[in-house]
C-alpha cells in the first residue's frame, strides 16, 4: 500500500503541480488508472520467473506446475484488494461515489484472466529462454507509456490513438475509471475484443504452458 500510494504521490506532484496537464480530481484519476496497471506490472514480472525460482514444486510427481504461474498473479491481487477501500472512500469524500462502481470487479475479472494467461506464456518460454525476464523489464516500461495512467486519451493525437485501442490494459484503465469517476469510457465492442482476447490468450498460455511442461524436467 505504502508503494503504491508512494508511486500516486510523485504523479500527482509531477503532474499537477510542475507539469498541469489540466485534468480534473487527479488524484482520483491517476488512482484508479495505478490500481489496474500495478497489479500487472507486479504480476507478470514474477511470473516470468515462477517455475524457475519454484523448480522444484515444478518437478515434483504429480504436483500441477500450471499453479505455480497463477499463484504469482494472484498474491499481487491482495495489493488490490488493500487499496480498493481507499479509492472508495476518497471517491465518496469527494461526493462522487456511483453505484456504477460495483461492476469494478468485472473489469478486474477481465485482467486476472488476461494476467493468467501471460503468465503461463512467459513463464513457460522462461525456461528455456533466460533473457525474457529482464527482457520484460524493457518491456513493461514502454507499456507503462503506452498506458493512460497520467494522461487523458484527449491529450493523444488522433494518428496515435489506435495504440490505445489495440493495448487491453489501455482499455481496462480506461473502462475502470468510466465505472468509478463516471469519465467517458471504452466502447461496447473495445470492451467486447479485450474479454475475447483476454479469454484467448488464456486458452493459448495454458495449451503452450503445458506443451512446454514436457521437456521441464531437462531444461531446469
Avoid at 170 to 189: F, K, M, N, T
Avoid at 194 to 204: E, G, I, R
Wanted: some cysteine; charged content about 15%; hydrophobic content about 60%.
Amino acid at each position: 500500500m505504502i508503494r503504491q500510494l508512494a508511486q500516486l504521490g510523485i504523479l500527482v506532484l509531477v503532474f499537477s503541480k510542475f507539469l498541469d496537464i489540466g485534468i480534473e480530481n487527479f488524484a482520483l484519476f491517476v488512482f484508479c488508472g495505478l490500481i489496474v496497471w500495478n497489479w500487472f506490472s507486479a504480476a507478470v514480472p514474477v511470473a516470468s520467473t515462477s517455475v524457475l525460482s519454484k523448480r522444484h514444486l515444478a518437478l515434483q510427481p504429480g504436483f500441477p506446475a500450471a499453479i505455480i504461474p497463477m499463484v504469482a498473479v494472484v498474491v499481487p491481487l491482495i495489493d488490490v484488494l488493500v487499496v480498493l477501500p481507499i479509492l472508495g472512500g476518497l471517491v465518496a469524500f469527494e461526493g462522487e461515489l456511483r453505484w456504477s462502481a460495483l461492476a469494478l470487479p468485472l473489469v478486474l475479472a477481465v485482467e486476472l484472466v488476461l494476467l493468467i494467461g501471460v503468465a503461463w506464456l512467459v513463464a513457460g518460454v522462461s525456461v528455456y529462454l533466460r533473457d525474457i525476464p529482464n527482457a520484460l523489464v524493457v518491456v513493461m516500461t514502454l507499456l507503462f507509456y503506452v498506458s493512460p495512467i497520467f494522461y487523458d486519451r484527449e491529450i493523444v493525437p488522433e494518428d496515435y490513438e489506435w495504440v490505445l485501442d489495440v493495448n487491453p490494459v489501455a482499455v481496462l484503465i480506461e473502462a475502470a475509471r468510466a465505472l468509478v469517476l463516471d469519465r467517458p469510457g471504452p466502447s461496447a465492442l473495445e470492451l467486447a475484443w479485450v474479454t475475447v482476447f483476454s479469454c484467448a490468450v488464456a486458452v493459448l498460455g495454458f495449451l503452450a504452458f503445458r506443451r512446454l511442461q514436457r521437456n521441464f524436467a531437462d531444461e531446469l
